[in-house]
């Protein structure tokens, strides 16, 4: 509740600030918040390999040649079959 009564009173005092701005247009997060969104919650980093997808799929062929590698409608085609 306590966050809730903070916002509302962001909100009122922006309306006090400048009646003119639009309710919509009103930030109702404190910077530090607005900082833990975008950048913690929201961090995607992560380390990525070199492989591209190519390459899995190049092995698959290579080393499971006759493993089903795709199946549309009922028709299954082989990794050999594919290429």
Same mark, same amino acid.
């Given at each position: $509740?306590?966050?809730?009564?903070? /916002?509302? &009173? $962001? &909100?009122?005092?922006?309306?006090?600030?400048?009646?003119?701005?639009? &309710?919509?247009?009103?930030?109702?997060?404190?910077?530090?918040? /607005?900082?833990?969104?975008?950048?913690?919650?929201?961090?995607?980093?992560?380390?990525?390999?070199?492989?591209?997808?190519?390459?899995?799929?190049?092995?698959?062929?290579?080393?499971?040649?006759?493993?089903?590698?795709? &199946?549309?409608?009922?028709?299954?085609?082989?990794? /050999?079959?594919?290429?």
């Amino acid at each position: $509740m306590q966050g809730f009564a903070d /916002r509302f &009173v $962001m &909100v009122l005092d922006a309306i006090i600030a400048d009646v003119a701005v639009p &309710v919509g247009e009103i930030d109702l997060l404190a910077p530090a918040e /607005r900082d833990r969104i975008l950048h913690e919650w929201n961090d995607t980093g992560y380390p990525v390999g070199s492989e591209l997808l190519l390459d899995g799929y190049r092995r698959a062929v290579a080393t499971s040649p006759d493993a089903v590698a795709v &199946v549309f409608e009922g028709v299954e085609l082989t990794y /050999r079959e594919f290429v």
